[in-house]
């Protein structure tokens, strides 16, 4: 089993439209989880923190599930500028090396 | 300069040769880290610098990928007896503190092309 796992879709959603994305891990003593952003041929950058409580930054939702081990994160009224490759950040188990998924692609259509 | 740089931009290389990658990291920052990232595939780690431990090459693909840092500062990676599948984009990361609740700022990446 990956260490990160994400469905890398794409994801084909209209303008105004609510999307989510899930993310598996498999070490459980993962402690630090991020949501970072890829744009095409560009270098990732960071999105949110995720916290246990579950955070929320505009239209960006994150949420935390330790018994299951996933993060989700939740885009509402999307727009075209959402487009990109959303990747899942979770801590090495035992140290701080931030591991990576491979990332779920967005596309939002007019 | 303000964020990571990272240099070459870009490198075409023939097989068999040595490639060295540089990284600055933003100034303060003591951890820095080294990905690859193979087109259309997520980030590969390789190694980590964090202030002045050793570092954690677990990583590294095989004997031929080294990397230096000199203190808290410039960052080497070097691929000795490059091989077609080096192809990739290199990047370089640093954050605040090896703690992963900081942010990891990325460099634009050294986009290797082995011919």
């Known amino acids: 089993r990956k260490e990160v796992e994400q469905d890398p879709g794409p994801f084909n959603v209209p303008e105004g439209a609510t999307v989510a994305f899930n993310c598996t891990y498999s070490n459980s003593a993962s402690q630090s989880f991020f949501w970072y952003r890829q744009d095409c041929r560009k270098e990732p950058k960071l999105l949110m923190s995720?916290?246990?409580s579950g955070n929320e930054d505009g239209r960006f939702t994150a949420q935390l599930n330790r018994a299951s081990q996933y993060i989700s994160l939740l885009i509402r009224d999307s727009k075209l500028s959402d487009s990109a490759t959303y990747l899942c950040v979770v801590n090495k188990g035992g140290s701080y090396i931030p591991t990576f998924g491979r990332g779920t692609s967005l596309i939002v259509h007019p | 300069g303000a964020g990571v740089s990272q240099s070459p931009s870009n490198k075409v290389t023939e097989k068999g040769k040595d490639v060295e990658l540089r990284c600055d990291p933003i100034?303060?920052?003591?951890?820095l880290y080294w990905y690859r990232q193979r087109l259309g595939q997520g980030l590969e780690f390789l190694i980590y610098f964090q202030g002045n431990s050793a570092p954690d090459k677990s990583g590294l693909p095989s004997d031929r990928f080294s990397a230096e840092r000199t203190g808290e500062s410039v960052s080497t990676l070097t691929i000795q007896r490059t091989q077609q599948e080096d192809s990739a984009v290199y990047l370089c990361?640093?954050?605040?503190?090896?703690?992963?609740?900081?942010?990891?700022?990325f460099g634009q990446g050294t986009r290797l092309t082995v011919v």
């Open positions: 995720v916290y246990s």
């Open positions: 100034s303060g920052h003591t951890a």
């Open positions: 990361a640093s954050s605040l503190a090896g703690i992963g609740a900081t942010e990891a700022f």
